[in-house]
Protein backbone atom coordinates (compact mmCIF):
# COMPACT_ATOMS: atom_id res chain seq x y z
CA UNK A 1 0.00 0.00 0.00
CA UNK A 2 1.32 3.46 0.59
CA UNK A 3 4.82 2.35 2.72
CA UNK A 4 7.20 3.43 -0.44
CA UNK A 5 7.63 6.70 1.53
CA UNK A 6 8.53 5.27 5.21
CA UNK A 7 11.20 3.05 3.81
CA UNK A 8 12.76 6.16 1.98
CA UNK A 9 12.68 7.70 5.12
CA UNK A 10 14.63 4.86 7.22
CA UNK A 11 17.97 4.82 4.81
CA UNK A 12 17.03 2.74 2.49
CA UNK A 13 15.34 0.41 4.79
CA UNK A 14 12.43 -1.91 3.26
CA UNK A 15 9.49 -1.75 5.23
CA UNK A 16 6.12 -3.12 4.12
CA UNK A 17 4.00 -3.46 7.24
CA UNK A 18 0.80 -3.48 5.63
CA UNK A 19 1.74 -6.13 2.83
CA UNK A 20 0.81 -8.99 4.12
CA UNK A 21 -3.02 -7.43 4.23
CA UNK A 22 -3.26 -7.27 -0.03
CA UNK A 23 -5.35 -10.15 -1.32
CA UNK A 24 -4.42 -11.74 -4.85
CA UNK A 25 -5.83 -14.19 -7.14
CA UNK A 26 -4.46 -17.54 -6.62
CA UNK A 27 -3.65 -18.49 -10.06
CA UNK A 28 -2.79 -15.54 -11.44
CA UNK A 29 -4.58 -12.41 -12.97
CA UNK A 30 -5.15 -9.27 -11.86
CA UNK A 31 -9.07 -8.67 -12.08
CA UNK A 32 -10.61 -9.80 -8.99
CA UNK A 33 -14.13 -10.74 -9.67
CA UNK A 34 -16.83 -12.03 -7.08
CA UNK A 35 -15.88 -15.82 -7.74
CA UNK A 36 -12.21 -15.43 -8.17
CA UNK A 37 -10.47 -17.77 -5.92
CA UNK A 38 -8.18 -15.59 -3.79
CA UNK A 39 -5.84 -16.04 -1.06
CA UNK A 40 -8.46 -14.74 1.65
CA UNK A 41 -10.74 -17.04 0.08
CA UNK A 42 -8.40 -20.01 0.70
CA UNK A 43 -7.79 -19.21 4.36
CA UNK A 44 -11.22 -18.68 5.12
CA UNK A 45 -12.00 -22.19 3.50
CA UNK A 46 -8.82 -23.86 5.25
CA UNK A 47 -10.62 -22.39 8.62
CA UNK A 48 -13.80 -24.25 7.84
CA UNK A 49 -11.99 -27.25 7.08
CA UNK A 50 -10.33 -26.66 10.38
CA UNK A 51 -13.09 -26.51 12.45
CA UNK A 52 -14.64 -29.62 10.85
CA UNK A 53 -11.53 -32.12 10.91
CA UNK A 54 -11.21 -31.11 14.80
CA UNK A 55 -15.66 -31.22 15.28
CA UNK A 56 -16.60 -33.73 13.06
CA UNK A 57 -13.12 -36.06 11.92
CA UNK A 58 -11.98 -35.33 15.80
CA UNK A 59 -15.56 -36.78 17.40
CA UNK A 60 -16.51 -39.36 15.16
CA UNK A 61 -15.32 -42.52 17.63
CA UNK A 62 -17.35 -40.96 20.61
CA UNK A 63 -15.31 -42.87 22.69
CA UNK A 64 -15.85 -42.60 26.66
CA UNK A 65 -12.56 -42.49 27.33
CA UNK A 66 -11.94 -39.59 24.65
CA UNK A 67 -9.06 -39.36 22.33
CA UNK A 68 -6.97 -35.65 22.31
CA UNK A 69 -8.79 -34.22 19.20
CA UNK A 70 -12.22 -35.63 21.13
CA UNK A 71 -10.95 -34.03 24.53
CA UNK A 72 -10.31 -30.92 22.77
CA UNK A 73 -13.39 -30.88 21.16
CA UNK A 74 -15.49 -31.25 23.86
CA UNK A 75 -13.59 -28.85 25.74
CA UNK A 76 -14.87 -25.93 22.95
CA UNK A 77 -18.13 -27.21 22.88
CA UNK A 78 -18.48 -27.13 26.59
CA UNK A 79 -17.17 -23.66 26.81
CA UNK A 80 -19.06 -21.75 24.53
CA UNK A 81 -22.08 -24.14 25.77
CA UNK A 82 -21.43 -22.24 29.50
CA UNK A 83 -20.95 -19.19 27.62
CA UNK A 84 -23.93 -18.99 26.42
CA UNK A 85 -25.97 -20.34 29.11
CA UNK A 86 -24.32 -17.82 31.71
CA UNK A 87 -24.62 -14.56 29.90
CA UNK A 88 -27.59 -14.88 27.59
CA UNK A 89 -29.43 -16.90 29.98
CA UNK A 90 -31.47 -20.62 29.18
CA UNK A 91 -33.48 -19.62 26.74
CA UNK A 92 -30.95 -18.49 24.27
CA UNK A 93 -29.01 -21.93 24.31
CA UNK A 94 -31.33 -22.58 20.92
CA UNK A 95 -28.67 -20.05 19.25
CA UNK A 96 -26.21 -22.11 20.58
CA UNK A 97 -25.15 -23.40 17.73
CA UNK A 98 -24.80 -19.81 15.27
CA UNK A 99 -23.01 -18.62 18.41
CA UNK A 100 -21.03 -22.00 18.31
CA UNK A 101 -20.22 -22.03 14.65
CA UNK A 102 -19.16 -18.30 15.12
CA UNK A 103 -16.30 -19.09 18.02
CA UNK A 104 -15.13 -21.81 16.06
CA UNK A 105 -14.66 -19.81 12.60
CA UNK A 106 -13.36 -16.79 14.04
CA UNK A 107 -10.64 -18.59 16.68
CA UNK A 108 -9.53 -20.62 14.06
CA UNK A 109 -9.16 -17.87 11.39
CA UNK A 110 -7.10 -16.14 13.91
CA UNK A 111 -4.91 -19.19 14.61
CA UNK A 112 -4.55 -19.72 11.00
CA UNK A 113 -3.95 -16.17 10.60
CA UNK A 114 -0.27 -16.82 12.96
CA UNK A 115 1.59 -18.75 10.77
CA UNK A 116 3.95 -17.86 8.72
CA UNK A 117 3.57 -16.62 5.39
CA UNK A 118 0.09 -17.18 5.73
CA UNK A 119 -3.44 -14.31 5.46
CA UNK A 120 -5.25 -13.56 8.13
CA UNK A 121 -9.08 -13.02 6.97
CA UNK A 122 -9.97 -11.64 10.23
CA UNK A 123 -7.83 -8.82 9.94
CA UNK A 124 -10.04 -7.17 6.82
CA UNK A 125 -13.06 -5.05 7.32
CA UNK A 126 -15.53 -6.93 4.71
CA UNK A 127 -15.01 -10.28 6.24
CA UNK A 128 -15.45 -8.94 10.26
CA UNK A 129 -18.41 -6.24 8.91
CA UNK A 130 -20.31 -9.41 7.42
CA UNK A 131 -19.96 -11.89 10.71
CA UNK A 132 -21.18 -8.18 12.81
CA UNK A 133 -24.14 -7.73 10.61
CA UNK A 134 -25.58 -11.01 10.72
CA UNK A 135 -25.30 -10.67 14.19
CA UNK A 136 -26.95 -7.36 14.23
CA UNK A 137 -29.99 -8.36 11.62
CA UNK A 138 -30.21 -12.11 13.36
CA UNK A 139 -30.68 -10.05 17.10
CA UNK A 140 -32.86 -7.15 16.15
CA UNK A 141 -35.45 -9.72 14.26
CA UNK A 142 -35.86 -12.08 17.32
CA UNK A 143 -36.10 -9.09 19.39
CA UNK A 144 -38.75 -7.67 17.14
CA UNK A 145 -40.36 -11.34 16.45
CA UNK A 146 -40.18 -12.32 20.20
CA UNK A 147 -41.59 -9.05 21.39
CA UNK A 148 -43.05 -7.13 18.57
CA UNK A 149 -43.00 -3.47 19.25
CA UNK A 150 -42.29 -4.03 23.07
CA UNK A 151 -38.61 -4.22 21.63
CA UNK A 152 -38.51 -0.28 21.42
CA UNK A 153 -38.63 -0.85 25.59
CA UNK A 154 -35.15 -1.12 24.78
CA UNK A 155 -34.69 2.33 24.33
CA UNK A 156 -36.86 4.00 26.89
CA UNK A 157 -35.09 3.83 29.79
CA UNK A 158 -38.37 3.06 32.32
CA UNK A 159 -35.45 3.32 35.42
CA UNK A 160 -34.70 6.83 34.70
CA UNK A 161 -36.61 10.31 35.77
CA UNK A 162 -38.89 11.23 32.85
CA UNK A 163 -37.92 14.34 31.85
CA UNK A 164 -34.42 12.10 31.15
CA UNK A 165 -36.06 9.29 29.23
CA UNK A 166 -36.11 11.25 25.82
CA UNK A 167 -32.18 11.82 25.95
CA UNK A 168 -31.30 8.65 27.16
CA UNK A 169 -33.29 6.91 24.22
CA UNK A 170 -31.61 9.03 21.90
CA UNK A 171 -28.22 7.91 23.24
CA UNK A 172 -29.67 4.23 23.23
CA UNK A 173 -30.37 4.24 19.58
CA UNK A 174 -27.11 5.58 18.83
CA UNK A 175 -25.55 3.12 20.86
CA UNK A 176 -27.55 0.31 19.07
CA UNK A 177 -26.88 1.22 15.52
CA UNK A 178 -23.05 1.76 16.24
CA UNK A 179 -23.03 -1.88 17.41
CA UNK A 180 -22.33 -3.90 14.23
CA UNK A 181 -19.11 -1.21 13.57
CA UNK A 182 -17.66 -1.50 17.32
CA UNK A 183 -18.23 -5.63 16.75
CA UNK A 184 -16.72 -5.80 13.72
CA UNK A 185 -13.96 -2.76 14.22
CA UNK A 186 -12.80 -4.51 17.01
CA UNK A 187 -11.90 -7.50 16.09
CA UNK A 188 -10.36 -6.61 12.49
CA UNK A 189 -8.70 -3.90 14.60
CA UNK A 190 -6.98 -6.15 16.76
CA UNK A 191 -5.98 -8.63 15.06
CA UNK A 192 -4.50 -6.16 12.17
CA UNK A 193 -2.56 -3.72 14.42
CA UNK A 194 -0.83 -6.97 15.92
CA UNK A 195 0.39 -8.09 12.85
CA UNK A 196 1.30 -4.62 11.48
CA UNK A 197 3.44 -4.54 14.70
CA UNK A 198 5.48 -7.80 14.50
CA UNK A 199 5.95 -6.61 10.50
CA UNK A 200 7.19 -3.43 11.83
CA UNK A 201 9.80 -5.04 14.13
CA UNK A 202 10.73 -7.66 11.07
CA UNK A 203 11.51 -4.38 9.55
CA UNK A 204 13.97 -3.20 11.99
CA UNK A 205 15.24 -6.76 12.10
CA UNK A 206 17.61 -5.70 9.03
CA UNK A 207 19.66 -3.10 10.79
CA UNK A 208 22.60 -5.46 12.14
CA UNK A 209 22.66 -3.04 16.05
CA UNK A 210 19.12 -3.55 16.55
CA UNK A 211 18.21 -6.77 14.93
CA UNK A 212 18.56 -9.03 18.51
CA UNK A 213 16.54 -6.70 20.30
CA UNK A 214 14.01 -6.84 17.31
CA UNK A 215 13.77 -10.52 17.35
CA UNK A 216 13.10 -11.07 20.70
CA UNK A 217 10.24 -8.29 20.28
CA UNK A 218 9.08 -10.07 17.41
CA UNK A 219 8.65 -13.08 19.92
CA UNK A 220 6.99 -11.81 22.50
CA UNK A 221 4.34 -9.65 19.91
CA UNK A 222 3.75 -13.20 18.62
CA UNK A 223 2.74 -14.61 22.21
CA UNK A 224 1.08 -11.73 22.92
CA UNK A 225 -0.90 -12.51 19.39
CA UNK A 226 -1.09 -15.84 20.06
CA UNK A 227 -3.48 -14.73 23.47
CA UNK A 228 -4.83 -11.98 21.14
CA UNK A 229 -6.29 -14.27 18.57
CA UNK A 230 -8.22 -16.09 21.55
CA UNK A 231 -9.41 -13.58 23.54
CA UNK A 232 -10.87 -12.07 20.53
CA UNK A 233 -12.33 -14.57 19.30
CA UNK A 234 -13.79 -14.70 22.90
CA UNK A 235 -15.04 -11.33 23.31
CA UNK A 236 -16.75 -11.01 19.85
CA UNK A 237 -18.68 -14.10 21.19
CA UNK A 238 -19.78 -13.12 24.48
CA UNK A 239 -20.91 -9.79 22.82
CA UNK A 240 -22.97 -11.62 20.85
CA UNK A 241 -24.28 -13.20 23.74
CA UNK A 242 -25.04 -10.17 25.10
CA UNK A 243 -26.96 -8.49 22.34
CA UNK A 244 -28.66 -11.70 22.00
CA UNK A 245 -29.53 -11.21 25.53
CA UNK A 246 -31.18 -7.77 25.34
CA UNK A 247 -33.04 -8.91 22.21
CA UNK A 248 -34.73 -11.84 24.56
CA UNK A 249 -35.04 -9.67 27.61
CA UNK A 250 -35.32 -6.05 26.29
CA UNK A 251 -36.68 -4.27 30.17
CA UNK A 252 -33.69 -2.44 31.81
CA UNK B 1 1.61 19.80 2.06
CA UNK B 2 -2.16 18.01 2.76
CA UNK B 3 -0.35 14.69 3.12
CA UNK B 4 2.25 16.02 5.97
CA UNK B 5 -0.65 17.30 7.88
CA UNK B 6 -2.55 14.09 7.51
CA UNK B 7 0.06 12.19 8.86
CA UNK B 8 0.16 14.94 11.87
CA UNK B 9 -3.41 13.63 12.18
CA UNK B 10 -2.63 10.84 12.40
CA UNK B 11 -0.30 10.67 15.06
CA UNK B 12 -2.45 13.18 16.74
CA UNK B 13 -5.32 10.42 16.77
CA UNK B 14 -3.35 7.98 17.84
CA UNK B 15 -3.38 9.52 21.55
CA UNK B 16 -6.92 7.82 21.42
CA UNK B 17 -4.90 4.23 22.05
CA UNK B 18 -3.23 5.67 25.31
CA UNK B 19 -6.34 7.07 26.55
CA UNK B 20 -8.53 3.39 25.76
CA UNK B 21 -5.01 1.66 27.30
CA UNK B 22 -5.75 4.00 30.76
CA UNK B 23 -9.55 2.69 30.67
CA UNK B 24 -8.74 -0.88 30.16
CA UNK B 25 -6.01 -1.04 33.05
CA UNK B 26 -8.82 1.09 35.63
CA UNK B 27 -10.77 -2.03 34.60
CA UNK B 28 -8.74 -4.79 35.15
CA UNK B 29 -7.32 -3.21 38.17
CA UNK B 30 -10.62 -2.31 39.68
CA UNK B 31 -11.17 -6.09 38.95
CA UNK B 32 -8.22 -7.42 40.03
CA UNK B 33 -8.50 -5.59 43.54
CA UNK B 34 -12.37 -6.75 43.82
CA UNK B 35 -10.89 -10.00 43.30
CA UNK B 36 -8.80 -9.79 45.46
CA UNK B 37 -10.88 -9.20 48.52
CA UNK B 38 -13.13 -11.99 47.51
CA UNK B 39 -11.53 -14.44 45.53
CA UNK B 40 -14.48 -16.72 45.86
CA UNK B 41 -16.68 -14.04 44.02
CA UNK B 42 -13.95 -13.12 41.21
CA UNK B 43 -14.33 -16.52 38.57
CA UNK B 44 -18.00 -15.54 38.06
CA UNK B 45 -16.83 -11.84 36.89
CA UNK B 46 -14.41 -12.82 34.52
CA UNK B 47 -17.10 -12.35 31.22
CA UNK B 48 -18.06 -9.08 32.96
CA UNK B 49 -14.37 -8.27 33.03
CA UNK B 50 -14.09 -8.91 29.47
CA UNK B 51 -17.14 -7.13 28.01
CA UNK B 52 -15.93 -4.27 30.14
CA UNK B 53 -12.61 -4.11 28.44
CA UNK B 54 -14.04 -4.55 25.07
CA UNK B 55 -16.88 -1.49 25.49
CA UNK B 56 -13.30 0.46 27.36
CA UNK B 57 -11.20 -0.62 24.41
CA UNK B 58 -13.62 0.10 21.06
CA UNK B 59 -12.80 3.98 21.54
CA UNK B 60 -9.14 3.39 21.10
CA UNK B 61 -9.89 1.07 18.19
CA UNK B 62 -12.09 3.59 16.93
CA UNK B 63 -9.01 6.32 17.18
CA UNK B 64 -6.87 3.48 15.56
CA UNK B 65 -9.32 3.72 12.75
CA UNK B 66 -9.00 7.37 12.60
CA UNK B 67 -5.28 7.11 12.23
CA UNK B 68 -5.65 4.60 9.54
CA UNK B 69 -8.14 6.32 7.37
CA UNK B 70 -6.02 9.26 7.29
CA UNK B 71 -2.92 7.35 6.70
CA UNK B 72 -3.98 5.30 3.42
CA UNK B 73 -7.23 6.74 2.58
CA UNK B 74 -7.12 10.69 2.40
Redesign the interface.
Known sequence: MASEAHGAEEGGLVFHPMDQFIIKPLFGGDTIHWYTPTNATLWMALAVVAVIILMVLGTRRRAIIPSRSQSVGELAYGFVYKMVEDVAGKDALKFFPYIMTLFMFIVFANFLGLLPMSFTTTSHFAVTVVLALLVFLTVTIVGFVKHGAGFLGLFWVSSAPLPLRPVLAIIELISYFVRPVSHSIRLAGNVMAGHAVIKVFAGFAAIAVVSPISVVAITAMYGLEVLVAFIQAYVFTILTCVYLKDALHPSH | MEGQLAHIGAGLAAIGSGAAAIGVGNVAGNYLSGALRNPSAAASQT?TL??G??FA??LG??A??VALLL??AV
Open positions: AFIIAEAIFFLMF
